[in-house]
Structures are given as C-alpha cells and as structure tokens.
C-alpha cells in the first residue's frame, strides 16, 4: 500500500476530507439559495411594480371614462344623476361636476350640487389640484382628494368638467403590493433562517458523530489499560479500523499479548524456582529418612525371626503387629522414593501387560478400606484386548493413587465406579467417584508439584502419576464439579498399536 493511500486511510485525513466537504456543501447550499432568494425577491418587486402601475393606469382610465361621460352629458338633455348613479361611476371617480364659465353647477352626478358655485382656475387650462371643492377640504386638510378641472368650449360656450377623485383605491393597491413584498421577504427571510439552522443541525450531528466515532474505541482503550492494570491479561479489543486508532488498538493487543506471555514466563520461573527449593529440601529429608528406615526394616526382620513367642496364638498377634509395622515402613519408603525420583528421568521396565489385571489388583487392594467407609465398588470391563506396553509397579501405583484420593474424598460413603473401555487404538480407564469434588481454581493446579487440598498431603502423587502416564505416551485428565463428584480419565495405547508405530509421541 502506497504512502498517499495508508495517508488517506487516516482518521486526521479522513476528518479534514469530510470538514472539507461540509464546507463544500455549506458554500453551494449558501449560494443556490441566495440566488433563489434573489430570483424570488426580484419576482416579488415586479409584481409589485406592475401592481402599482396597474393602479395608477386604472386612476388615469377612470379620469377618462369620467371625462368622457361628462363630455357625452353636454349633448344630453338629462342629467348625469340621471343617466349614472354614484356606484356606476369609475372606482376612483367621487362625483363628476359641470359648470358654466362663472363656476355655477349646471350638472352633477349628485343632484344636490346641482346650482352651487364652484371655484374655478384663474386659467383656462386643465389643470389638476389637491382639494374637494365639494366639502371645501384643501390641502392643510387630510386625505386630501384629487380634483381635476379641465375646460372645453362647446355651441353653449364655455363650461368646466370637473372630476373629483379620490386615491384611497390608489392607495390600497399600492399598500397591498408593499404588503406583498413585505411578506415575500419575511418569508425568504424564514428560509433563509430555516436553512441556516438546518446546516447548523447537520453540522452538529457530524460533530457528535465524529466525536462519537472517535471517543468510543478511546474508551475501549481506556478501560482494557484498566484492566491489564489489573493484572487481567486473557482479552482482546476488537476495534477494527484501518486509521490511527485501529492501528492503536492493534498495537495495544500486541501489548497484551506480550505482556501475558511474560507474565506466564514469570509465574513459571517462580514456580520453578519455589518448587527447586522445596525439591532440594524435601529430598534431604527423604535421602535423611530412607537409611534409618532400612536400619528398621532390617531391625524388624530380626525380631521376627529371633523373639518370636512360642504360643502359637501370641506368635500370630506378634507377627501380625510386626507385619502392620512393616506394611507402614513400606509406605514411607514408597513415598521417600517419589520425592528422591521426582525430576529424575525414569527408567521403565516396558513388558506386555494386561490392564484389566492392573484393575482388578488395584480394586482388591482398596476393597476392605471402601467397605469400612461404607463405599460400593462397581466395575465394568471390555471384552476387547486391553493389553499396553508398561511398567506394571508404576503403573499400579498411578491407579492405586487416584483410587485412594477418591475414596479419601467419600468420608461419609458413596460409590466408586471404574470402566475399562478400548477406543480407537487406546485403553481408556475412567474413574469416577461421587465425593466432594474438586473447585474449578484447584483443577488448574491439580497435577502441580507440591499442590495438595488436603492438608497433610504432599501435594506429589498426582504429579508423579502424570508423568508416568505421559511416559507411557499416554494421557490424564480431570473432570470435577465442586460437590458433583470427580471423574479421572486415563488413556493408554494398546500395545500391538504401539509396537507398529501407529501411536505419536504425544497426544493430539
């Protein structure tokens, strides 16, 4: 990927291409709308303007057609109240008066002004002047009419048309045309008001999106620091993006990753270095106990033969005694033995041996130790071929130690079911009692050295049993549910299997 397209991919470039744009868009929606706003303005003013020119026009053509009507009267011999009444008049047209050259009325459209005096213009052209001769307003007066005085000669001589205006309609249409404006740009000035708002909006919800978008994995961040501060090291932040902050993320897991690893190194090395303590301690004292022990043993073999009572009855309590004290001497120096050969490499004696066997010894052995604690013994074998290559003593002993665990788990009773299965090329012994069980932390540590939940135990025997069984290419594992009892599954290859090669070096 080239240098100007990882660039593009970043959240700074990507935050200045989308500033960018709005700006963009703000400076085209900016424009198109003052010039709609222009176009709509300007088609308001020419509205209005040919309103106002329509109503000036329509105040000309009334004074015409009132003139006209005044001029057709003079060859009349009625009246013009007579031949148009007031609301048959022009819109703009108050009355109209016909005079003779001195100013009397000789004719009106109001029958009253008939024989009045008017005052005229001084000459005899037509002229047009801010007043109403009728009700003698002029011009210090208000709403002051418009009288147009406009001379004509006819066979009778000398007369004056008088037409009394009035520009209230005049005004109207011109105050409903500025109305008109007025409210066109009220209402351009709305839009224009809506649509700033409208940008304002949206660029708020790009700022919050933006910023949402940006603080959130920040957050994510944030919080797992918290954790791996805590000593939390098995989790992932799952931020995937290809900017600074998906980079970031990536980065940070890498972070946890290393940090677990080193972690694990270092419990490991604690461990080790604790459990090479105790080994070198435990094996001073088991290489310090083994000698005296073999001095009792050999002790107890020469009482037996030589101060043996003659009662036949005492001889046998005697004997017995010596026996019981010889069986626990046995017992120490097994246990003297796993602590001096733990860590050593073994050495196996590999024979044939039938498994089945190897059960039903162990089950023999435990059997008056389940009976006094009230345990039931079931066991279930196959009919196929259970033979494996092994160390029978070792063997032995690994069953003999997870049997007795499981029985020092039931103090109060219950049953021990064992099943001898042949799978796939594998003898598999399944061990299940129905005790305590064992908690979910316990089980991590379970086949650790020196880690016992019992409190007088050693904590070595399941260890040992492990590394027998992996020596004999074969596996242990535990199942167990705090107060659900404990399952132990041992797996072995068959020895024909093992003998043509058909078995790794190690479990899949």
Not at 161 to 174: F, H, L, W
Not at 402 to 421: D, K
Request: glycine share 6%; charged share 25%.
């Amino acid at each position: 990927m080239s240098k100007k397209v990882k660039f593009l991919m970043t959240f700074r470039a990507r935050l200045m291409l989308l500033l960018t744009s709005f700006l963009l868009l703000t400076f085209v929606v900016v424009f198109l709308l003052d010039r709609w706003a222009n176009k709509q303005s300007d088609e308001a003013i020419e509205a209005q303007n040919r309103q106002i020119r329509a109503a000036v026009n329509s105040g000309y053509g009334d004074i015409a057609r009132a003139n006209t009507i005044a001029i057709q009267s003079l060859t009349s011999e009625r009246f013009l109240y007579e031949e148009v009444s007031r609301s048959q008049l022009p819109p703009t047209v108050g009355n109209i008066l016909i005079t003779d050259r001195e100013g009397h009325v000789k004719d009106s459209t109001d029958p009253d002004m008939v024989g009045q005096f008017i005052a005229l213009p001084d000459k005899e052209t037509p002229q047009d002047r801010p007043e109403d001769p009728v009700l003698h307003k002029y011009e210090d007066d208000p709403d002051i009419p418009r009288t147009y005085f406009h001379p004509i000669t006819t066979t009778k001589g000398l007369h004056w048309i008088i037409i009394i205006t009035s520009q209230q309609p005049i005004v109207k249409e011109i105050e409903a045309a500025s109305q008109m404006l007025s409210d066109k740009k009220r209402e351009l000035s709305n839009y224009r008001l809506a649509a700033t708002t409208g940008l304002l909006l949206l660029a708020l919800a790009v700022v919050v999106t933006v910023g949402w978008r940006f603080s959130r994995p920040i957050d994510e961040l944030a919080q797992a620091a918290r954790r791996v501060a805590d000593g939390e090291y098995d989790f992932r932040i799952n931020i995937r993006r290809p900017d600074e902050v998906g980079q970031l993320a990536s980065t940070f897991n890498d972070m946890i990753g290393g940090l677990k690893v080193k972690h694990e190194l270092e419990e490991k090395l604690n461990q080790a270095e604790r459990a090479a303590v105790i080994g070198r301690l435990t094996q001073a004292v088991a290489h310090e106990v083994r000698n005296p022990l073999n001095v009792i043993n050999l002790s107890i073999d020469h009482v037996s033969s030589k101060y043996a009572p003659e009662d036949e009855k005492r001889r046998g309590q005697f004997t017995s005694i010596l026996s019981s004290i010889k069986d626990e001497i046995a017992r120490l120096k097994y246990l003297v033995n796993d602590l001096l050969n733990y860590g050593r490499p073994s050495q196996m004696a590999f024979k044939p041996l039938d498994v089945r066997e190897l059960v039903e010894e162990t089950v023999t052995l435990v059997r008056a130790q389940a009976d006094a604690q009230g345990i039931s013994l079931d066991v279930e074998y196959t009919e196929q071929n259970t033979e494996v290559m092994g160390d029978r003593e070792r063997l032995k002993s690994c069953l003999t130690n997870i049997v007795i665990n499981a029985l020092q788990a039931m103090p109060q009773g219950g049953s021990l079911a064992t099943n001898l299965y042949r799978i796939d090329g594998w003898v598999e012994i399944k061990i299940t009692d129905t005790g305590v069980g064992i908690s979910d932390e316990a089980i991590q540590k379970i086949f650790e050295p020196y880690f016992s939940t019992r409190v007088s135990g050693f904590g070595l025997g399941l260890a040992v049993t492990r590394s027998i069984i992996e020596d004999h290419r074969g596996s242990i594992v535990v199942n167990s549910k705090l107060g659900h009892g404990t399952t132990f599954i041992v797996k072995l290859p068959v020895a024909s299997d093992l003998q043509k090669g058909k078995i790794s070096e190690g479990l899949n």
